[in-house]
């Protein structure tokens, strides 16, 4: 295999992309790739969902298998290569929470996204294949969201990893700081929710009664002040979901520009969202955590 090609992969789709169009889907799994080549791939038959051939607008559906072919990466041997800078490869491998044959769970910072994009020329998917050529990304977090992210070490971990999550049987916890007080000390949210574009361009999730199955439990940890601390577990992983279902209570999540029109708390310059717990089944019952960056506890302190 020539520099700049990957394996050939199977994906299987969570339940976050069910819904999302093949020819986006592909855009994102293969980064920085010319729109022509995604469609060209799919007319050739090269990409395939459980073996059959597709066109570019087919919907994909929770479970779906895709097979993504191996492809010249436009930024190795044929044009400059990403560059990562040292020392994120470096702080990244100082935040890796664990690692073993079938995968790493690291500790991501807020801010870094998970891969590259619109004027960003790396990102955290990036920085993982630096450290492991074979590490794949098994779920996502919001570029403002600190905390666990798993990263499977090959294609077949991958798919037994995606699958655990798939079947609801990984677990996770989030902290999260939100303006104003929930109506009860635990209050489950089950409140469909679908992707939008709003009149700035921006993508945006909306709780509607056609959009997908999306659950969320709140638990308030501490009172500070007019604001409630919170531990927050999801059973689905839609995109923005915790913020979404915080902004639909009343109490949207504290420094979320996007969701919470207010005034963030003195001194709060990102958002409070942590992902801290994560559990997983497999190959093993093992469970991760990741401490409340110092930032977040910082605005605690004031507030208390």
């Known amino acids: 295999m020539s520099e700049g090609v990957s394996s050939v992969r199977e994906v299987v789709v969570d339940a976050d992309c069910g819904g999302q169009r093949?020819?986006?889907f592909l855009s994102r799994e293969l980064g920085q790739v010319?729109?022509?080549l995604v469609y060209r791939l799919i007319r050739t038959g090269q990409v395939r969902i459980n073996g059959g051939r597709v066109k570019p607008m087919r919907k994909l559906e929770t479970g779906d298998r895709v097979r993504i072919p191996p492809v010249r990466d436009p930024r190795s041997s044929d044009g400059p290569p990403v560059k990562v800078p040292q020392a994120r490869i470096t702080e990244m491998e100082g935040r890796i929470v664990h690692r073993q044959d079938e995968f790493i769970v690291v500790d991501k910072p807020a801010g870094l996204a998970s891969q590259a994009g619109t004027g960003l020329a790396w990102g955290l998917n990036d920085i993982m294949t630096r450290i492991d050529s074979r590490a794949v990304p098994v779920h996502r977090l919001d570029r403002e969201t600190s905390g666990l992210m798993l990263f499977a070490l090959g294609a077949a971990n991958a798919r037994e990893l995606q699958q655990c999550f798939l079947s609801g049987k990984v677990e996770k916890r989030y902290l999260a700081l939100l303006d104003g007080h929930l109506d009860q000390p635990r209050v489950d949210v089950l409140m469909p929710l679908k992707k939008i574009r709003?009149?700035?361009g921006q993508h945006r999730v909306v709780p509607v009664e056609d959009g997908q199955p999306a659950r969320?439990?709140?638990k308030r940890l501490e009172q500070v002040g007019k604001r409630d601390f919170v531990e927050v577990r999801i059973e689905t992983g839609r995109t923005h979901q915790i913020r979404a279902h915080a902004q639909y209570l009343g109490?949207?999540?504290?420094g979320d520009e996007r969701y919470n029109p207010g005034s963030p708390p003195a001194g709060?310059?990102?958002?409070?969202?942590?992902?801290g717990y994560l559990r997983l089944p497999w190959p093993e019952d093992q469970v991760f955590s990741a401490p409340l960056p110092v930032e977040l506890n910082q605005i605690l302190e004031r507030l208390r």
């Open 198 to 200: 709003d009149g700035s």
């Open 251 to 254: 109490t949207p999540v504290a």
């Open 268 to 275: 709060l310059d990102r958002l409070f969202l942590h992902a």
């Open 34 to 36: 010319p729109r022509s």
């Open 216 to 218: 969320s439990s709140f």
């Open 22 to 24: 093949l020819d986006n």
